[in-house]
T-cell receptor, first 113, second 114 residues
Framework: EPEVTQTPSHQVTQMGQEVILRCVPI?????FYWYRQILGQKVEFLVS????????KSEIFDDQFSVERPDGSNFTLKIRSTKLEDSAMYFC???????????FGDGTRLSIL | AQSVTQPDIHITVSEGASLELRCNYS??????LFWYVQSPGQGLQLLLK??????LVQGIKGFEAEFKRSQSSFNLRKPSVHWSDAAEYFC????????????FGTGTQLKVEL
Protein backbone atom coordinates (compact mmCIF):
# COMPACT_ATOMS: atom_id res chain seq x y z
CA GLU A 1 0.00 0.00 0.00
CA PRO A 2 1.34 3.47 -0.87
CA GLU A 3 2.74 5.40 2.08
CA VAL A 4 3.56 8.92 3.11
CA THR A 5 7.23 9.07 4.06
CA GLN A 6 8.86 11.66 6.28
CA THR A 7 12.51 12.47 6.88
CA PRO A 8 14.29 12.71 9.18
CA SER A 9 12.60 10.65 11.87
CA HIS A 10 14.27 12.75 14.56
CA GLN A 11 15.78 16.23 14.26
CA VAL A 12 17.68 17.99 17.01
CA THR A 13 18.29 21.71 16.47
CA GLN A 14 19.57 24.65 18.46
CA MET A 15 17.05 27.38 19.27
CA GLY A 16 17.08 30.10 16.64
CA GLN A 17 18.21 27.80 13.85
CA GLU A 18 16.23 27.06 10.72
CA VAL A 19 14.88 23.57 10.20
CA ILE A 20 13.31 21.89 7.18
CA LEU A 21 11.11 18.85 7.57
CA ARG A 22 10.58 16.75 4.48
CA CYS A 23 7.69 14.66 3.28
CA VAL A 24 6.94 12.58 0.23
CA PRO A 25 3.15 12.32 -0.09
CA ILE A 26 1.39 9.47 -1.85
CA UNK A 27 2.07 9.93 -5.54
CA UNK A 28 -1.43 10.53 -6.90
CA UNK A 29 -2.54 12.72 -4.01
CA UNK A 30 -3.12 16.41 -4.58
CA UNK A 31 -3.90 17.71 -1.08
CA PHE A 32 -1.15 18.01 1.50
CA TYR A 33 -1.17 18.82 5.18
CA TRP A 34 1.07 19.38 8.17
CA TYR A 35 0.01 18.67 11.74
CA ARG A 36 1.92 18.72 14.99
CA GLN A 37 1.58 16.98 18.32
CA ILE A 38 3.27 18.45 21.34
CA LEU A 39 4.10 15.74 23.87
CA GLY A 40 1.01 14.83 25.86
CA GLN A 41 -1.30 17.03 23.81
CA LYS A 42 -3.69 16.52 20.93
CA VAL A 43 -2.76 16.51 17.27
CA GLU A 44 -3.16 20.05 15.89
CA PHE A 45 -3.64 21.23 12.33
CA LEU A 46 -0.99 23.56 10.96
CA VAL A 47 -1.60 24.05 7.25
CA SER A 48 -3.19 22.58 4.13
CA UNK A 49 -1.80 22.97 0.62
CA UNK A 50 -3.31 22.44 -2.79
CA UNK A 51 -2.36 23.51 -6.30
CA UNK A 52 0.84 25.12 -5.05
CA UNK A 53 -0.98 27.35 -2.62
CA UNK A 54 -1.85 27.35 1.04
CA UNK A 55 -5.56 26.51 1.33
CA UNK A 56 -5.93 27.01 5.04
CA LYS A 57 -3.65 27.65 7.99
CA SER A 58 -4.08 27.73 11.72
CA GLU A 59 -3.12 30.42 14.20
CA ILE A 60 -0.03 28.36 15.02
CA PHE A 61 1.24 28.74 11.46
CA ASP A 62 2.73 32.20 11.81
CA ASP A 63 5.40 33.97 9.76
CA GLN A 64 8.08 31.65 11.10
CA PHE A 65 6.53 28.76 9.19
CA SER A 66 6.43 28.16 5.47
CA VAL A 67 5.60 25.25 3.18
CA GLU A 68 6.78 24.41 -0.27
CA ARG A 69 6.43 21.78 -2.94
CA PRO A 70 9.84 22.18 -4.54
CA ASP A 71 9.36 19.41 -7.08
CA GLY A 72 6.79 16.83 -8.13
CA SER A 73 7.27 14.60 -5.13
CA ASN A 74 8.43 16.49 -2.03
CA PHE A 75 6.47 18.66 0.37
CA THR A 76 8.44 20.58 2.98
CA LEU A 77 7.77 22.49 6.18
CA LYS A 78 10.33 25.13 7.13
CA ILE A 79 10.61 26.80 10.49
CA ARG A 80 12.79 29.87 10.10
CA SER A 81 13.94 30.55 13.64
CA THR A 82 13.04 27.74 15.97
CA LYS A 83 11.81 28.27 19.51
CA LEU A 84 11.76 25.85 22.42
CA GLU A 85 7.99 25.56 22.09
CA ASP A 86 8.36 24.25 18.54
CA SER A 87 9.51 20.94 20.02
CA ALA A 88 6.89 18.44 18.91
CA MET A 89 6.14 15.56 16.58
CA TYR A 90 5.33 16.88 13.13
CA PHE A 91 3.13 14.81 10.86
CA CYS A 92 2.69 15.16 7.14
CA UNK A 93 -0.50 13.88 5.52
CA UNK A 94 -2.00 13.71 2.05
CA UNK A 95 -5.34 12.95 0.44
CA UNK A 96 -6.50 12.50 -3.13
CA UNK A 97 -9.59 14.70 -2.79
CA UNK A 98 -10.95 17.22 -0.30
CA UNK A 99 -12.76 15.83 2.73
CA UNK A 100 -11.40 12.36 2.05
CA UNK A 101 -9.36 10.37 4.56
CA UNK A 102 -5.89 11.75 5.06
CA UNK A 103 -2.97 9.35 5.09
CA PHE A 104 -0.25 10.14 7.59
CA GLY A 105 3.47 9.61 7.69
CA ASP A 106 5.28 8.30 10.76
CA GLY A 107 6.26 11.81 11.79
CA THR A 108 9.43 13.76 12.53
CA ARG A 109 10.25 14.31 16.16
CA LEU A 110 11.71 17.83 16.43
CA SER A 111 13.69 18.63 19.54
CA ILE A 112 14.79 22.22 20.10
CA LEU A 113 17.65 22.74 22.55
CA ALA B 1 -15.95 26.36 16.92
CA GLN B 2 -16.09 22.64 16.35
CA SER B 3 -14.58 20.27 18.89
CA VAL B 4 -14.08 16.59 19.58
CA THR B 5 -14.21 15.12 23.07
CA GLN B 6 -12.83 11.78 24.10
CA PRO B 7 -13.77 11.50 27.75
CA ASP B 8 -11.56 8.51 28.57
CA ILE B 9 -7.84 9.27 28.68
CA HIS B 10 -6.85 5.71 29.59
CA ILE B 11 -8.73 2.43 29.25
CA THR B 12 -7.54 -1.03 30.28
CA VAL B 13 -9.23 -4.18 29.04
CA SER B 14 -8.39 -7.85 29.18
CA GLU B 15 -7.50 -9.64 25.99
CA GLY B 16 -10.63 -11.16 24.50
CA ALA B 17 -12.94 -8.67 26.18
CA SER B 18 -15.09 -6.23 24.25
CA LEU B 19 -14.09 -2.59 23.83
CA GLU B 20 -15.92 0.68 23.40
CA LEU B 21 -14.11 4.00 23.07
CA ARG B 22 -16.24 7.08 23.36
CA CYS B 23 -16.22 10.11 21.10
CA ASN B 24 -18.52 13.12 21.13
CA TYR B 25 -18.38 16.10 18.84
CA SER B 26 -19.68 19.61 18.86
CA UNK B 27 -20.74 21.04 15.53
CA UNK B 28 -23.93 22.51 14.09
CA UNK B 29 -24.23 19.96 11.31
CA UNK B 30 -23.09 16.40 10.77
CA UNK B 31 -19.36 16.37 10.12
CA UNK B 32 -17.23 13.76 8.42
CA LEU B 33 -15.97 11.52 11.21
CA PHE B 34 -12.87 9.38 11.52
CA TRP B 35 -11.06 7.10 13.91
CA TYR B 36 -7.28 6.85 13.74
CA VAL B 37 -4.90 4.62 15.70
CA GLN B 38 -1.33 5.47 16.66
CA SER B 39 1.06 2.76 17.76
CA PRO B 40 4.21 3.85 19.62
CA GLY B 41 6.72 5.55 17.32
CA GLN B 42 4.41 5.38 14.36
CA GLY B 43 2.08 7.64 12.48
CA LEU B 44 -1.68 7.77 12.48
CA GLN B 45 -3.44 4.93 10.71
CA LEU B 46 -7.03 5.31 9.56
CA LEU B 47 -9.34 2.74 11.11
CA LEU B 48 -12.66 3.86 9.63
CA LYS B 49 -14.69 6.82 8.44
CA UNK B 50 -18.28 8.01 8.38
CA UNK B 51 -19.55 10.35 5.70
CA UNK B 52 -23.25 9.59 5.38
CA UNK B 53 -25.68 6.70 5.03
CA UNK B 54 -25.51 3.62 7.20
CA UNK B 55 -24.72 4.73 10.73
CA LEU B 56 -22.76 1.59 11.55
CA VAL B 57 -19.45 1.58 9.72
CA GLN B 58 -16.93 -1.19 9.52
CA GLY B 59 -13.22 -0.62 9.54
CA ILE B 60 -9.95 -2.45 9.51
CA LYS B 61 -8.67 -4.82 12.21
CA GLY B 62 -12.21 -5.81 13.22
CA PHE B 63 -13.24 -2.35 14.45
CA GLU B 64 -16.61 -0.74 13.90
CA ALA B 65 -18.15 2.57 14.91
CA GLU B 66 -21.69 3.79 15.25
CA PHE B 67 -22.78 7.33 14.47
CA LYS B 68 -25.63 8.61 16.64
CA ARG B 69 -26.85 12.00 15.55
CA SER B 70 -29.09 12.48 18.59
CA GLN B 71 -26.11 12.04 20.91
CA SER B 72 -23.48 13.69 18.67
CA SER B 73 -21.42 10.57 19.18
CA PHE B 74 -19.24 8.28 17.13
CA ASN B 75 -18.12 5.49 19.44
CA LEU B 76 -15.58 2.91 18.38
CA ARG B 77 -16.14 -0.75 19.23
CA LYS B 78 -14.47 -4.11 18.92
CA PRO B 79 -16.08 -7.35 20.11
CA SER B 80 -12.84 -9.07 21.17
CA VAL B 81 -9.63 -7.15 21.81
CA HIS B 82 -6.21 -8.55 20.93
CA TRP B 83 -2.96 -7.64 22.71
CA SER B 84 -1.77 -5.97 19.50
CA ASP B 85 -4.63 -3.45 19.76
CA ALA B 86 -2.79 -1.64 22.54
CA ALA B 87 -2.23 1.86 21.15
CA GLU B 88 -3.62 5.37 21.27
CA TYR B 89 -6.90 6.00 19.49
CA PHE B 90 -7.97 9.35 18.12
CA CYS B 91 -11.40 10.46 17.01
CA UNK B 92 -11.39 13.29 14.47
CA UNK B 93 -13.71 15.28 12.26
CA UNK B 94 -13.71 17.39 9.13
CA UNK B 95 -16.38 20.03 8.75
CA UNK B 96 -18.84 19.60 5.93
CA UNK B 97 -19.17 22.59 3.69
CA UNK B 98 -15.64 23.79 3.60
CA UNK B 99 -12.11 23.22 4.78
CA UNK B 100 -10.15 20.00 4.90
CA UNK B 101 -8.49 20.23 8.26
CA UNK B 102 -8.89 17.40 10.72
CA UNK B 103 -9.87 18.39 14.24
CA PHE B 104 -8.71 15.73 16.69
CA GLY B 105 -9.79 14.66 20.12
CA THR B 106 -7.23 14.29 22.87
CA GLY B 107 -6.96 10.55 22.36
CA THR B 108 -7.61 7.44 24.44
CA GLN B 109 -4.69 5.26 25.45
CA LEU B 110 -5.70 1.59 25.36
CA LYS B 111 -3.86 -0.95 27.46
CA VAL B 112 -4.57 -4.65 26.98
CA GLU B 113 -3.96 -7.06 29.83
CA LEU B 114 -3.03 -10.60 28.93
Amino acid sequence: EPEVTQTPSHQVTQMGQEVILRCVPISNHLYFYWYRQILGQKVEFLVSFYNNEISEKSEIFDDQFSVERPDGSNFTLKIRSTKLEDSAMYFCASSDRPNQPQHFGDGTRLSIL
Amino acid sequence: AQSVTQPDIHITVSEGASLELRCNYSYGATPYLFWYVQSPGQGLQLLLKYFSGDTLVQGIKGFEAEFKRSQSSFNLRKPSVHWSDAAEYFCALILTGGGNKLTFGTGTQLKVEL
